[in-house]
């Protein structure tokens, strides 16, 4: 894909299949048996594969509106998030919550 083209990228992974979305669209599926990922002490990261040995694996680009969500979505649900993440976030109370942290880390830069 072009450069400065937004992208819609999403995982979903259960015990039985793991599938990876594109702009909405579900792309090849490994069903295999795959283990329970939801019990793992493997740090989870966002913009890096985990290989820690300086090969430059990391994204070069932007991200927003990161999630995890503790059950696999469906297609429809991917496409809903897709097309309109903002709308399906409920109400909380930002105090000592990641977006002010954030927020403060991007205003000293």
């Given amino acids: ?24 669209k579900g792309g090849t599926e490994a069903r295999k048996d795959i283990k329970n990922h939801g019990s793992s002490d493997f740090k989870v990261n966002i913009g890096g594969c985990g290989i820690w040995d300086g090969a430059g694996n990391w994204f070069t680009g932007a991200m927003d509106e990161v999630a995890i969500f503790h059950s696999a979505l469906d ?30 880390i991007k205003q000293r830069n």
């Fill in 1 to 24: 894909h072009p450069p400065g083209e937004w992208h819609h990228i999403a995982a979903v992974a259960t015990t039985k299949f793991a599938r990876v979305y594109l702009d909405g």
């Fill in 75 to 104: 297609d429809g649900d991917i496409r809903k998030i897709m097309n309109g993440f903002a709308s399906l976030m409920t109400a909380v109370d930002p105090k000592d919550k990641l977006p002010l942290a954030w927020g403060k």
